[in-house]
């Protein structure tokens, strides 16, 4: 198939740019616009207790408003509130040119110290929070704030849903662009530094910004319209660094080969086709295993990782269709000028360094199996100690925002974190409550774990749903505030409830808790069937039943030594009470999937040398020498990308960034330079039963040669 994809583009290459124009043209033209979310409650099904909450509520009260947004007053110059001061923000409040999305601002309420007052704005009839045009619209309330504060004495922060989601929307979108611009120049001095050539360094760069985003964000959002999928705003930076990371990636691996066919004196379109004859496998199977560990997010429970994942894996499968394709169809029509100016590419690399690392691990396997292995290990004993934390809004965005300074100055000026995002609890029942029965229950709630204090109930008209608001002492998102409302708040509520009624708790701590328990499921299904997959190809790819199960023991030793290393630099090093809940779904995808694309390269490697004659243990060496320094290249450009995500200002990206990038460190550098190919030597002809795919090829047919070839 490979063969025949490679004369196809070698002889027609203009056809294959061609398709490649028309085909991004029309997916750009013609695809839906589908607005991302930042509504978690947009990512829960229907059966978890917070949104069972929001339907109710929204059935028994379909005239009754949010808040939007919560403004907090304090003096400039640190002073308490006087009465005067208070009198003046009410004037402010009711004298404001509110935006559209607002409708009235409550009277100003002063904190029990008089440090602080605050003024709710309620959102006006069909606003979600969720259209740009509306986030938008708080950019203008605050510019009105600050033109109704100047000169009064007073200093005006916004905080509440809208304010936190448009800044986190927009730190999102200042951490696009820092990541963004950090990955091209590291992309550019790498590959600079690697090849010496204008049109490799740019290439990567050109065919990601011109073709492979425009193509993938397309088919994303046409995605999300057939399938009635979510869309994360977080997506779109990681995204930058899967197309211009992985997609640089698999094209080194074309070009790596490529350039060895050139070295050998074959013509430039003979070349092109024999490189994707040999390296399209690699590429095709080293994509399928990440493709497939992305789709296994469809098992998901949360919309949020249902929408990613499919996300993630359309932007692979661009990136594996153009190195197949795109690519070797450009060097073609550019010839051997692919390398200019530099002529070092004529002269084939010694490699001295990794003959040297294959020869010690094919003398002394046990020694570096062990050593290797027990780095891990060890590393991985720390995974034990990972807290999860489920602050979705501090870890998507910077301590510097104007909500998270309002929300500290809340705290600080003696109102209850929770002020901003009561928790409502709904009590309800088939039949209409017993009026008798709620001051009772309310007094429950007020006694329970974390709560600051619980209004009067708000009966329905049909007197069958009540909704008691209650405020937590802790920020709504923190995790004291999901601890309070798991493990006192809910069953206070559900063990006070009268007889025939039941009670829900909602908001977005409510959310959050339910969060929690889906991760939960998702562990556990999840992170099997992708393994069970990624299994799956390995056997298929290798013909053996042996190797798959030692390559996947040693990309999950990986794993767990990445989320260990985390933990060390962040909770132990770092002082963080813990990381974001999703870490350690990301670095099980990414480091599980793109740790067997490495395995893979230098396995098949190895067989290749096997196929030769030479014993296990010279086989092993021979694949390190050979294949090493294309898995050290390709590793250094893929775990600078994601390395780059530590720039991003939030805790989410930085701890991602970091976590992605040391994985992809211990897949190239620790698992498929050591660890795997002095398994391999130790277990030996064995490695490969029943398929036996070591043996060598008898006949006049020609050895395999390596998937990837030497730098």
Not at 313 to 332: D, S
Not at 477 to 501: H, I, Q, V
Not at 616 to 634: N, W
């Amino acid at each position: 198939m490979f063969g025949a994809l490679g004369r196809l583009v070698s002889r027609r290459p203009w056809y294959v740019i061609a398709a490649w124009l028309v085909a991004t043209v029309l997916v750009v033209l013609f695809h839906p616009k589908v607005e991302a979310t930042t509504d978690q409650a947009d990512f829960l099904p229907d059966s978890y207790d917070s949104i069972k909450a929001a339907n109710l509520m929204a059935d028994a009260f379909p005239d009754q408003t949010d808040s939007g947004a919560t403004v907090v007053f304090d003096r400039t110059d640190g002073a308490k509130l006087a009465a005067a001061d208070v009198t003046k923000i009410g004037a402010i409040m009711s004298g404001l040119d509110l935006p559209e999305v607002f409708t009235t601002a409550t009277p100003p309420i002063a904190s029990p110290t008089n440090e602080v007052a605050i003024s709710n704005l309620q959102l006006a009839e069909g606003v979600t929070g969720q259209d740009e045009k509306e986030l938008d619209q708080v950019k203008d309330l605050r510019d009105e704030l600050k033109k109704a504060t100047d000169g009064t004495g007073l200093r005006a922060l916004t905080t509440g849903s809208l304010p936190q989601s448009y800044d986190q929307i927009q730190s999102g979108s200042n951490a696009e662009a820092i990541v963004g611009l950090a990955t091209l120049v590291l992309i550019v001095v790498l590959l600079g530094i690697i090849f010496r050539s204008v049109i490799i360094t740019l290439l990567p760069i050109l065919s990601v910004i011109f073709f492979l985003m425009p193509m993938t964000n397309g088919l994303i959002d046409i995605a999300a319209k057939v399938f009635g999928l979510q869309k994360d705003p977080s997506t779109s930076v990681i995204l930058i660094v899967v197309l211009f990371g992985v997609g640089t990636d698999y094209i080194l691996f074309f070009v790596f080969r490529y350039r060895e066919r050139l070295r050998e004196g074959e013509e430039h379109r003979a070349a092109v086709a024999h490189a994707i004859e040999r390296a399209g496998e690699a590429i095709a199977s080293a994509g399928g295993a990440v493709i497939v560990a992305f789709l296994a997010l469809l098992l998901s429970t949360l919309g949020m990782f249902r929408s990613i994942g499919p996300s993630l894996a359309i932007a692979v499968g661009v990136t594996v269709v153009a190195a197949l394709t795109l690519i070797p169809a450009l060097a073609t029509v550019v010839g051997r000028a692919f390398f200019w100016p530099s002529k070092k590419w004529k002269v084939p690399s010694p490699g001295a360094r990794f003959e040297r690392v294959g020869a010690a691990v094919g003398r002394r396997p046990v020694r570096y199996a062990l050593l290797s292995g027990g780095v891990l290990a060890v590393l991985s004993v720390f995974a034990l100690s990972f807290t999860p934390t489920f602050d979705i809004g501090s870890s998507s965005s910077s301590s510097t925002v104007e909500s998270a300074k309002a929300s500290k100055a809340l705290e600080d000026g003696g109102f209850s974190a929770g002020a901003t995002q009561p928790a409502p609890v709904v009590l309800h029942s088939d039949k209409a409550l017993d009026p008798a029965a709620l001051p009772a229950f309310k007094e429950a709630l007020a006694q329970a774990k974390g709560v600051a204090s619980v209004a009067d109930p708000l009966p329905s008209a049909d007197g069958r749903t009540a909704v008691f608001m209650t405020t937590l002492k802790d920020d709504p998102a923190s995790d004291a505030a999901l601890a309070d409302l798991r493990d006192g708040l809910r069953p206070a509520a559900e063990k006070a409830a009268p007889d025939g009624s039941t009670a829900y708790v909602g908001g977005l701590t409510g959310i959050f808790v339910d969060f929690q328990a889906a991760m939960n499921r998702d562990y556990k299904v999840v992170f099997p069937v992708a393994a069970g997959i990624i299994l799956l190809i390995l056997a298929l790819l290798l013909r053996s039943l042996v190797a798959p199960w030692y390559l996947m023991l040693s990309v999950g030793l990986g794993f767990a030594a990445t989320l260990g290393a985390t933990t060390i630099v962040f909770q132990f090093i770092g002082g963080e009470e813990g990381l974001i809940f999703m870490l350690p779904i990301y670095i099980y995808l990414f480091v599980v999937a793109l740790g067997t694309d490495y395995n893979i390269l230098m396995v098949a490697r190895l067989r290749e040398e096997a196929r030769e004659g030479l014993e296990p243990r010279q086989a092993a060496a021979k694949a390190i020498h050979h294949s090493g320094p294309t898995i050290a290249a390709a590793g250094v450009i893929l775990a600078g990308t994601f390395a780059s995500l530590m720039l991003a200002g939030n805790s989410l990206l930085t701890s991602m960034g970091f976590a992605i990038a040391f994985g992809i460190c211990v897949a190239a550098f620790v698992m498929s330079m050591f660890f795997t190919p002095a398994l391999t030597a130790l277990i030996g002809h064995a490695a490969w039963w029943p398929g036996h795919g070591d043996e060598a090829r008898g006949g006049d047919e020609e050895p395999e040669k390596e998937l990837v070839p030497t730098a």
